[in-house]
Protein backbone atom coordinates (compact mmCIF):
# COMPACT_ATOMS: atom_id res chain seq x y z
CA UNK A 1 0.00 0.00 0.00
CA UNK A 2 1.35 3.69 -0.89
CA UNK A 3 2.70 5.49 2.33
CA UNK A 4 1.63 8.69 3.30
CA UNK A 5 4.27 11.53 1.83
CA UNK A 6 6.97 12.33 3.81
CA UNK A 7 7.58 15.70 4.80
CA UNK A 8 10.45 16.22 2.45
CA UNK A 9 8.93 13.92 -0.58
CA UNK A 10 5.44 16.47 0.37
CA UNK A 11 8.31 19.64 0.34
CA UNK A 12 10.14 18.90 -2.84
CA UNK A 13 6.88 18.06 -4.74
CA UNK A 14 5.72 21.43 -3.58
CA UNK A 15 8.43 23.41 -4.54
CA UNK A 16 8.84 22.06 -8.05
CA UNK A 17 4.57 22.48 -9.14
CA UNK A 18 4.86 25.89 -7.55
CA UNK A 19 7.69 26.75 -10.00
CA UNK A 20 5.87 25.71 -12.85
CA UNK A 21 2.97 28.07 -14.87
CA UNK A 22 -0.02 28.02 -12.86
CA UNK A 23 -1.91 31.58 -13.62
CA UNK A 24 -2.11 32.93 -10.63
CA UNK A 25 -0.32 35.53 -9.17
CA UNK A 26 2.69 33.84 -8.96
CA UNK A 27 2.60 33.20 -5.15
CA UNK A 28 4.24 30.69 -2.59
CA UNK A 29 2.15 27.99 -1.02
CA UNK A 30 1.52 26.03 2.07
CA UNK A 31 0.19 22.49 1.66
CA UNK A 32 -1.27 19.87 4.47
CA UNK A 33 -2.41 16.70 4.32
CA UNK A 34 -4.87 15.14 6.87
CA UNK A 35 -6.10 11.54 7.07
CA UNK A 36 -9.40 9.76 6.98
CA UNK A 37 -9.71 10.53 11.02
CA UNK A 38 -9.45 13.93 10.28
CA UNK A 39 -5.68 14.46 11.35
CA UNK A 40 -3.29 16.79 10.38
CA UNK A 41 0.03 14.81 8.73
CA UNK A 42 2.45 17.21 7.35
CA UNK A 43 2.53 20.42 6.75
CA UNK A 44 4.74 22.40 4.10
CA UNK A 45 5.68 25.73 2.65
CA UNK A 46 7.41 26.03 -0.81
CA UNK A 47 9.96 28.86 0.13
CA UNK A 48 12.81 29.28 3.01
CA UNK A 49 11.45 32.08 4.87
CA UNK A 50 8.09 31.26 6.19
CA UNK A 51 7.08 34.86 5.90
CA UNK A 52 6.98 34.66 2.05
CA UNK A 53 3.93 32.95 1.86
CA UNK A 54 0.37 34.38 3.06
CA UNK A 55 -0.14 33.26 7.06
CA UNK A 56 -3.16 32.99 6.58
CA UNK A 57 -3.03 29.97 4.16
CA UNK A 58 -1.43 27.81 6.88
CA UNK A 59 -4.72 27.34 8.03
CA UNK A 60 -6.54 27.17 5.25
CA UNK A 61 -4.43 24.49 3.65
CA UNK A 62 -5.18 21.79 6.34
CA UNK A 63 -8.83 23.24 6.33
CA UNK A 64 -9.08 22.35 2.20
CA UNK A 65 -7.29 18.98 3.19
CA UNK A 66 -10.37 18.40 6.08
CA UNK A 67 -12.79 19.14 3.41
CA UNK A 68 -11.91 17.27 0.77
CA UNK A 69 -11.49 14.29 3.16
CA UNK A 70 -14.68 14.97 4.59
CA UNK A 71 -17.13 14.85 1.86
CA UNK A 72 -15.26 11.95 -0.37
CA UNK A 73 -15.39 8.54 -0.50
CA UNK A 74 -14.36 4.99 -2.34
CA UNK A 75 -16.33 5.43 -4.88
CA UNK A 76 -17.16 9.40 -4.72
CA UNK A 77 -14.26 11.84 -5.04
CA UNK A 78 -15.12 15.81 -4.29
CA UNK A 79 -12.53 18.13 -4.58
CA UNK A 80 -13.31 21.70 -2.55
CA UNK A 81 -13.70 23.30 -5.82
CA UNK A 82 -16.74 21.08 -6.41
CA UNK A 83 -18.57 22.27 -3.83
CA UNK A 84 -18.80 26.58 -4.64
CA UNK A 85 -22.25 26.03 -6.48
CA UNK A 86 -23.58 23.83 -4.27
CA UNK A 87 -23.26 25.59 -1.14
CA UNK A 88 -24.43 29.17 -2.52
CA UNK A 89 -27.47 30.61 -1.16
CA UNK A 90 -30.86 28.79 -2.12
CA UNK A 91 -28.63 25.77 -3.34
CA UNK A 92 -28.74 22.10 -2.41
CA UNK A 93 -25.97 22.18 0.33
CA UNK A 94 -26.10 25.89 1.25
CA UNK A 95 -25.02 26.05 4.31
CA UNK A 96 -22.42 23.06 4.67
CA UNK A 97 -19.52 25.67 4.59
CA UNK A 98 -20.89 27.03 8.43
CA UNK A 99 -20.83 23.16 9.96
CA UNK A 100 -17.46 21.54 11.05
CA UNK A 101 -16.43 24.71 12.99
CA UNK A 102 -12.98 24.76 12.70
CA UNK A 103 -10.70 23.81 15.80
CA UNK A 104 -8.80 27.11 16.50
CA UNK A 105 -6.74 25.45 19.48
CA UNK A 106 -5.45 23.42 16.84
CA UNK A 107 -4.95 26.33 13.98
CA UNK A 108 -3.11 28.72 16.39
CA UNK A 109 -1.31 27.00 19.04
CA UNK A 110 1.79 25.99 19.90
CA UNK A 111 5.44 27.13 19.19
CA UNK A 112 6.08 30.05 15.80
CA UNK A 113 8.95 28.19 14.85
CA UNK A 114 7.55 25.09 14.45
CA UNK A 115 5.48 26.19 12.00
CA UNK A 116 5.75 24.44 8.24
CA UNK A 117 8.42 21.96 10.19
CA UNK A 118 8.19 18.62 10.86
CA UNK A 119 6.74 19.28 14.10
CA UNK A 120 4.80 22.08 13.08
CA UNK A 121 2.09 22.20 16.01
CA UNK A 122 -1.48 21.20 13.93
CA UNK A 123 0.04 18.19 13.10
CA UNK A 124 -1.65 15.21 15.11
CA UNK A 125 -4.55 17.77 15.95
CA UNK A 126 -7.92 17.92 14.22
CA UNK A 127 -8.64 20.80 12.35
CA UNK A 128 -11.75 20.73 11.22
CA UNK A 129 -14.11 23.37 9.15
CA UNK A 130 -15.35 23.52 5.60
CA UNK A 131 -13.89 25.28 2.66
CA UNK A 132 -15.48 25.23 -0.48
CA UNK A 133 -13.46 26.95 -3.10
CA UNK A 134 -10.33 25.58 -5.20
CA UNK A 135 -7.23 23.42 -3.85
CA UNK A 136 -9.11 20.46 -1.99
CA UNK A 137 -8.18 16.78 -3.25
CA UNK A 138 -8.77 13.66 -2.01
CA UNK A 139 -5.33 11.64 -2.69
CA UNK A 140 -6.66 7.34 -3.61
CA UNK A 141 -3.63 4.80 -4.40
CA UNK A 142 -3.56 2.58 -6.86
CA UNK A 143 -6.04 0.14 -5.54
CA UNK A 144 -8.74 3.22 -5.68
CA UNK A 145 -8.57 3.11 -1.72
CA UNK A 146 -8.83 6.61 0.19
CA UNK A 147 -6.19 7.40 2.51
CA UNK A 148 -5.77 11.07 2.88
CA UNK A 149 -6.89 14.52 1.71
CA UNK A 150 -4.56 17.00 0.74
CA UNK A 151 -5.03 20.94 0.04
CA UNK A 152 -2.53 23.70 -1.20
CA UNK A 153 -3.33 27.15 -0.51
CA UNK A 154 -1.79 31.01 -0.89
CA UNK A 155 -2.45 31.72 -4.57
CA UNK A 156 -5.93 32.40 -6.40
CA UNK A 157 -8.40 29.63 -5.94
CA UNK A 158 -7.86 28.30 -9.11
CA UNK A 159 -4.66 28.31 -9.49
CA UNK A 160 -4.53 26.60 -6.06
CA UNK A 161 -6.61 23.93 -7.67
CA UNK A 162 -3.84 23.56 -10.17
CA UNK A 163 -1.04 23.39 -8.16
CA UNK A 164 -2.99 20.57 -5.76
CA UNK A 165 -3.87 19.04 -9.05
CA UNK A 166 -0.14 18.53 -10.49
CA UNK A 167 1.31 18.25 -7.03
CA UNK A 168 -1.31 14.66 -6.09
CA UNK A 169 -0.21 13.77 -9.92
CA UNK A 170 3.23 14.07 -8.91
CA UNK A 171 2.67 12.10 -5.35
CA UNK A 172 1.11 8.79 -7.58
CA UNK A 173 -1.89 9.68 -5.39
CA UNK A 174 -4.63 10.36 -8.10
CA UNK A 175 -6.35 6.73 -8.60
CA UNK A 176 -9.42 8.55 -8.33
CA UNK A 177 -13.12 6.95 -8.84
CA UNK A 178 -15.47 8.98 -11.30
CA UNK A 179 -17.27 11.58 -10.32
CA UNK A 180 -19.27 14.90 -10.87
CA UNK A 181 -17.12 16.68 -13.55
CA UNK A 182 -18.21 15.18 -16.91
CA UNK A 183 -13.88 14.20 -17.73
CA UNK A 184 -15.21 11.34 -15.26
CA UNK A 185 -13.03 13.14 -12.16
CA UNK A 186 -12.89 15.53 -9.39
CA UNK A 187 -11.42 18.55 -11.63
CA UNK A 188 -12.81 21.57 -11.53
CA UNK A 189 -16.06 22.61 -13.44
CA UNK A 190 -16.33 25.24 -15.52
CA UNK A 191 -19.76 25.54 -17.53
CA UNK A 192 -21.61 28.39 -16.65
CA UNK A 193 -23.92 30.21 -18.67
CA UNK A 194 -25.87 33.36 -18.08
CA UNK A 195 -24.91 32.61 -14.53
CA UNK A 196 -27.15 29.24 -14.88
CA UNK A 197 -24.53 25.82 -14.02
CA UNK A 198 -25.43 22.92 -16.18
CA UNK A 199 -23.95 20.43 -14.05
CA UNK A 200 -24.45 22.24 -10.30
CA UNK A 201 -20.73 22.04 -9.54
CA UNK A 202 -19.31 24.94 -11.56
CA UNK A 203 -16.50 26.92 -10.30
CA UNK A 204 -15.50 31.40 -10.63
CA UNK A 205 -13.09 31.63 -13.41
CA UNK A 206 -9.79 33.80 -12.22
CA UNK A 207 -8.03 33.46 -16.02
CA UNK A 208 -8.25 32.15 -18.93
CA UNK A 209 -5.29 30.68 -18.64
CA UNK A 210 -6.02 28.76 -15.29
CA UNK A 211 -9.12 27.66 -16.96
CA UNK A 212 -7.42 26.57 -19.84
CA UNK A 213 -4.54 24.71 -17.79
CA UNK A 214 -7.57 22.96 -15.68
CA UNK A 215 -9.37 21.92 -18.66
CA UNK A 216 -6.63 20.42 -20.15
CA UNK A 217 -5.45 17.89 -17.49
CA UNK A 218 -6.98 15.05 -18.67
CA UNK A 219 -4.14 15.32 -21.56
CA UNK A 220 -1.35 16.42 -19.60
CA UNK A 221 -1.89 15.64 -16.45
CA UNK A 222 -4.63 12.76 -16.48
CA UNK A 223 -5.91 10.72 -13.31
CA UNK A 224 -3.74 7.39 -12.87
CA UNK A 225 -5.29 4.13 -13.85
CA UNK A 226 -4.45 0.50 -12.66
Not at 48 to 53: S, Y
Not at 84 to 103: D, K
Not at 128 to 148: H, I, K, P, R
Not at 161 to 169: D, F, G, V
Amino acid sequence: MKKLPTYAELKSALIEVVWEKNWGFWLHMWASIVDRDWVVQNVVFSWDDRGAQWPGSRVISAQKANTANAFSLPGLALSTANLFTATQAWQSLFGLQHSNPVNIHVAYSGDNEKIGTEEDPMIGGKIGWVNVFGGGLALYNDEWTLLWALWVSGDSSTADHNIAWKLRHKLGLDFVPAWVNSDGTDNIVYDIVNWVSASGWWHPETTSEAKEIATNFPKTHPVSKK
